[in-house]
């Protein structure tokens, strides 16, 4: 399993020109992405409605079945970085002329749509070469790197799995497996 780091995060995100006529989308897609562990089809399937209302970001995502894995919806948090997302996504898709209404896409192409699942694949692929980053980075390996990233700080394996939306337990210990890993190395390190 592919995670990236931090700083890898970093330069992903530095390889996109925020100038470029869809480099500020494209750049709050990727932040997007790895801040809240979406599958790339929750992502692209994302309304307005989903996290935006009342003026300002929802707390919370409800993700309808519809578009998410399985049978199930799921329900997750969006932390400060993701809010801030939110609103600059609503306040560039209204400069671009973009409708803001709830079942408007969140991430729009140029006519309007709502971007797709491949479209979304090669924004990140056109980005990772940019950077020159010699690891494969994803829409999934984003979604891995958050997960990971909530192992390493200690989040349960019952918060991982439900932001993760797995029903089994199995498919969320590949996260904590590297955490653990990494806490054995801490502790040998500390002569423990």
């Known amino acids: 399993m592919f995670s990236l780091s931090p700083r890898q ?3 992903l995100l530095g390889a996109v020109n925020v100038r470029s006529p869809f480099g500020r989308r494209d750049y709050l897609l990727i932040l997007f992405l790895y801040q809240t562990g979406l599958r790339v089809g929750e992502c692209s399937g994302l309304v307005v409605h989903h996290v935006y209302s009342g003026g300002q970001a929802r707390e919370w995502l409800h993700l ?4 998410c894995k ?3 919806g799921r329900v997750l948090p969006l932390n400060a970085t993701a809010r801030a997302c939110v609103e600059k996504l609503i306040q560039f898709n209204r400069e671009r002329g973009f409708s803001v209404a709830p079942a408007a896409p969140l991430f729009c192409h140029r006519k309007h749509g709502p971007l797709s699942i491949r479209s979304i694949q090669k924004i990140i ?3 990772r070469e940019i950077a020159d980053l010699d690891l494969r980075a ?3 390996t984003l979604r891995h790197s958050c997960l990971s990233g909530l192992a390493a700080t200690g989040a349960s394996v019952a918060t991982i799995q439900k932001i993760a939306g797995h029903r089994r ?3 969320t210990q590949v996260y904590t497996h590297a955490s653990m890993e990494q ?3 801490d502790s040998a390190a500390l002569g423990g």
């Open 9 to 11: 995060i970093r330069r």
């Open 64 to 67: 309808p079945a519809s578009i």
């Open 70 to 72: 399985g049978p199930r």
């Open 125 to 127: 692929k056109r980005y």
């Open 138 to 140: 994803t829409p999934h």
């Open 169 to 171: 337990i199995a498919s």
């Open 183 to 185: 806490l054995k190395k």
